[in-house]
Every structure is written in structure tokens, then in C-alpha cells.
T-cell receptor, first 113, second 113 residues
């Protein structure tokens, strides 16, 4: 049982490049989310999903796309990277009954130059 | 939407003293309040949570209290130890089709040996 697995751990992009952050969970959680963490601003919700085929926007969705083709996977796509997207990204999942709260992945530290 | 305020943003205590972190929320529909600990460079991890039908919950040196009327909840750490040094996040969750989780901005706790 690996929990929530995120890849890559570190990434440097040039402005305008695109990339996908991968997230997978093996706990059969229906709910998955992407957060970005910036100094002094806590965790801000980018996109979330309540199940396969269902996604919705969070607080800061601009510049990001998501899809949820399976229960396990929830990739985050940066369409055209900008320096403002330099951040630490966390994927998280939670069971429907919220018995244990969120389980977070280990994070991806992204730098856009 | 929900708004969660967390205070203080930084907190220094001597080893063995108690630490208290306070959060307020705005949405009376919030009914689940987890607390997360994030050590430097690591993922947030759930340390304790409380549901709206409970006023207080304890787990060894950690306790959480909830005042629904005043819409605030607090984390209490007693007999602090250097390994308690970390950033602590509170969160408020509104139940529904998706558990909208709003995080506080975090408190950096430093325990001085």
C-alpha cells in the first residue's frame, strides 16, 4: 500500500513549456485534489475530482488542466508554464467518509524560469 | 465560500511549555476540522481531527477544542519537544457531494531546547 505517489519530485521548466505532474493512489479513494503551496499562503486548491470522469475547479485553476479517467490516477497539466506557477504542488486523496482525513503525496517542487 | 483564519503565523516556545494555535471559520456548514503537521521539506500529515458533534478530543500531548457557536477551534500541544517544531495547518471541511476543504495559512512552531 503506497498511499499517494507523485512524480516527479523536482522539475525545472522554461516559460512556455508544458508538462504533466503525475499522481496515483492505491487506497480506492474517490476524492482527489491538487493543491499548490506558496510561502505565507498555505495550501490553495487548484482542481479536484469526486470520481472517475468528474472534475471541477478549485480556488486557483487558471493555467492548469486535469482529467480523471480512472479512480487511481489524477494528473495535473501545466499548459504553458509561467514564473507565477513556481510552487510546491501536492496531490491529496480522501475517503468518502473522511475517516482518516487527507492523505498527501510527497510533493513536486516546480521552478519556472 | 469558506474562509479560515489561523493565528499566530509564528510561535516560539521553550521546550516543555505548551503551545496553542487558533483558527476561526466562517461557514456554519463546516463539520469536520483536521489539523496537519508539515515538517520542513515534507508532506502535510494528519495529526488530529474533530467533528462538529464533539467539543474536545485528545491524543497524548495533543488536543483540539471546537466552539461551534463562536466558529473557532484550537490546537493545544502540551510538554512541547524539539520534534514538535514544524508548520501546523488547520482546515475546515463542508460536507456535501464533495468535501470542500479550506486550509488556514499555517503556523510555524519553533520549540527551543
Amino acid at each position: 500500500n503506497a498511499g499517494v505517489t507523485q512524480t516527479p519530485k523536482f522539475q525545472v521548466l522554461k516559460t512556455g513549456q508544458s508538462m504533466t505532474l503525475q499522481c496515483a493512489q492505491d487506497m480506492n479513494h474517490e476524492y482527489m485534489s491538487w493543491y499548490r503551496q506558496d510561502p505565507g499562503m498555505g495550501l490553495r486548491l487548484i482542481h479536484y475530482s469526486v470520481g472517475a470522469g468528474i472534475t471541477d475547479q478549485g480556488e486557483v485553476p487558471n493555467g492548469y488542466n486535469v482529467s480523471r479517467s480512472t479512480t487511481e490516477d489524477f494528473p495535473l497539466r501545466l499548459l504553458s508554464a509561467a514564473p507565477s506557477q513556481t510552487s510546491v504542488y501536492f496531490c491529496a486523496s480522501i475517503d468518502r467518509q473522511r475517516i482518516y482525513g487527507y492523505t498527501f503525496g510527497s510533493g513536486t517542487r516546480l521552478t519556472v524560469v | 465560500g469558506e474562509n479560515v483564519e489561523q493565528h499566530p503565523s509564528t510561535l516560539s516556545v521553550q521546550e516543555g511549555d505548551s503551545a496553542v494555535i487558533k483558527c476561526t471559520y466562517s461557514d456554519s456548514a463546516s463539520n469536520y476540522f483536521p489539523w496537519y503537521k508539515q515538517e520542513l521539506g515534507k508532506r502535510p500529515q494528519l495529526i488530529i481531527d474533530i467533528r462538529s458533534n464533539v467539543g474536545e478530543k485528545k491524543d497524548q500531548r495533543i488536543a483540539v477544542t471546537l466552539n461551534k457557536t463562536a466558529k473557532h477551534f484550537s490546537l493545544h500541544i502540551t510538554e512541547t519537544q524539539p520534534e514538535d517544531s514544524a508548520v501546523y495547518f488547520c482546515a475546515a471541511t463542508v460536507s456535501g457531494g464533495y468535501q470542500k476543504v479550506t486550509f488556514g495559512t499555517g503556523t510555524k512552531l519553533q520549540v527551543i531546547p
